[in-house]
């Protein structure tokens, strides 16, 4: 037997079903430039690739349950049109996760997490040195669901320049096991991905990993 939720009662209702039934999702590491120039830093796993050639990759807060205001990530990208998505290794995680703190705006989340700042070739928000891929991105889209606690953003930026660790980069292909991506589960649960099953692929023209 399937229990049957209507889907208009509450945010914290829906939440807790997005969260355990979206899973694991991949972590982006938005990082911006705040007004005065200061870097701010947070992770989304509301995030996916969209468009391969051009390049797109999307991602989505929420409207800030403390505050029902937009999250400083979403500020910095109306004013800046630009972002970095850093994807960090499973050595990162805890510090990914000190990235997600509510801190007053302007503050330098480089510099409060202890990450290293490192300047982007085309945009203006820094890279972090830390992580192995770097996506610069130019804003494309902001498509907002509505302004009140728990309301989504989508927000598309078109890559202008990829940065990848020689550590893990063969041949034009990133080596999974080298990069050790983390996702995010429901709740405090995160995933690791070393444990990985194969499939044959079944259409052949498909691009191989
Ligand atoms: C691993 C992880 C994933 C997260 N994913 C999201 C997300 O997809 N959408 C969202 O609105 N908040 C997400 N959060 C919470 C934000 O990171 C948090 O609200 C942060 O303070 C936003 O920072 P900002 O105000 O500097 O933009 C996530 C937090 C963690 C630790």
Redesign the pocket.
């Known amino acids: 037997m399937m229990i049957s939720l209507d889907s208009n009662k509450s945010f914290q209702d829906n939440y807790k079903i997005l969260i355990g039934a979206v899973l694991p999702?991949p972590?982006a590491v938005?990082s911006?430039l705040n007004l005065d120039g200061s870097n701010?830093?947070?992770?989304?796993?509301?995030?996916t690739a969209v468009s391969a050639m051009p390049m797109i990759l999307a991602?989505?807060?929420?409207?800030?349950t403390s505050t029902s205001s937009k999250?400083?990530?979403?500020?910095?990208i109306e004013r800046e049109k630009e972002f970095v998505i850093n994807i960090g290794s499973f050595e990162h995680a805890a510090l990914?996760?000190t990235?997600?703190?509510?801190?007053p705006?302007g503050t330098d989340?480089f510099k409060h997490s202890g990450l290293t700042a490192l300047d982007s070739d085309i945009i203006k928000s820094k890279r972090v040195k830390e992580f192995k891929i770097h996506f610069e991105c130019k804003l494309r889209d902001i498509l907002s669901y509505g302004e009140t606690i728990g309301s989504?953003r989508l927000i598309t930026g078109e890559v202008v320049k990829v940065h990848i660790s020689e550590d893990i980069y063969e041949k034009g292909k990133i080596n999974t096991q080298k990069l050790a991506a983390i996702g995010?589960g429901a709740g405090n649960d995160?995933f690791k991905t070393s444990e990985i099953f194969e499939l044959e692929r079944k259409m052949k023209a498909q691009i191989q990993k």
């Open positions: 999702r972590i938005i911006t701010n830093l947070a992770p989304f796993s509301f995030f991602f989505c807060p929420l409207i800030r999250k400083d990530t979403v500020i910095n990914i996760n990235c997600s703190e509510e801190l705006y989340e989504g995010r995160w």
